[in-house]
């Protein structure tokens, strides 16, 4: 009702984020002083399906890549998709499944201080790896559930910042960048390129270069964990870690209190929730509460810096960087 303009927006997984990207290019531009991005989404239960039978499906060429490495199966596309990165992962570097299942263990561990968090529970990391088999090497307690949920950011120019007095509760995207599929992601023949690694590696080093940071000056960081297997490839692709170092990364402890970094304090997708349209977010109003230092009982100490990862397979990767303004 008061005629300015709005914009739908649909990327898959990285709808959130997108939108996100979109206002902070309207004021970086000079087209907008403030804009408000909005991201929900109300699911149909159970697992994802393709949704118009009519017409190829967006993922098919993704679908038809990893068939040329793997058989398919009656699992879910999504969970396949990521199952069979994971697997790729093991053999290539010896990888085992309770490392995958250690991420999981994390992420719930993290979602029970979170009260806007889907599911609250603690589980043992017996109890992941006991849990139904989905998609080897995925258990149901590493994949993200089905969600219904919202959330918003403001963005606004240091020029409104300044006007209106709202300097103390700024927070400053440092740098974001969008990077969509790249030719490895279809002709690597990986699992890995499939699921968008080559994507988020390259939206990453973008990102890095912009802010003039890297992982090492990050403090905590809120990544796609819409499977347990992609929280260990983005470790690599953020820079985290070496090729084929995800494994040793989680059992460090290096990714969460008290570690080098704590990823996913929210609890992630796995345990927040992934209401597809929220997700991107979500992520950002966990990272700005904080860097405002009111995440509560998941407050990370000394958070300077922080990282957000959001993915849309089909393909788009989002990466951003927040600082204090």
Request: proline share 4%.
């Amino acid at each position: 009702l008061t005629g300015i303009p709005i914009s739908n927006v649909n990327n898959n997984c990285s709808t959130g984020s997108t939108a996100l990207f979109l206002g902070r290019q309207l004021i970086a531009g000079g087209l907008a002083d403030c804009v408000l991005a909005i991201g929900f989404e109300k699911m149909q239960k159970g697992s994802l399906t393709m949704a118009f039978g009519d017409r190829e499906p967006p993922l098919a060429r993704h679908l038809t890549a990893q068939a040329e490495l793997y058989e398919p199966t009656t699992a879910p596309y999504a969970a396949q998709l990521f199952g069979n990165a994971g697997r790729e992962h093991m053999t290539k570097y010896g990888t085992t499944a309770e490392q995958f299942a250690r991420i999981a263990e994390k992420n719930h561990r993290h979602s029970a201080n979170n009260p806007y968090a889907q599911f609250q529970d603690v589980y043992t990391l017996d109890q992941i790896l006991q849990s139904k088999m989905i998609s080897e090497p995925l258990t149901k307690l590493q994949c993200s559930p089905t969600s219904d949920g919202s959330a918003a950011a403001v963005l606004a120019s240091e020029r409104f910042v300044e006007e209106h007095g709202l300097g103390d509760r700024a927070i400053r995207i440092a740098a974001q960048h969008m990077v969509t599929d790249t030719p490895a992601t279809f002709e690597d023949r990986s699992a890995i390129s499939v699921v968008g690694a080559d994507m988020t590696r390259l939206a990453a080093r973008k990102a890095y270069d912009t802010a003039g940071l890297g992982p090492d000056d990050v403090q905590v960081i809120e990544l796609h964990d819409c499977f347990s297997t992609n929280e260990l490839l983005t470790y690599e692709a953020l820079g985290l870690c070496g090729e084929g170092e995800g494994g040793a990364l989680i059992d460090s402890g290096a990714t969460t209190y008290g570690g080098r970094w704590v990823v996913n304090p929210s609890g992630g997708l796995i345990s927040k929730g992934h209401p597809l349209g929220a997700t991107g977010l979500a992520q950002c109003t966990e990272l700005t509460w904080q860097l405002r230092g009111q995440a509560g009982p998941r407050q990370v100490d000394g958070v300077r810096a922080a990282l957000q990862h959001n993915i849309g397979l089909g393909g788009a990767a989002v990466v951003t960087l927040y600082t204090k303004a």
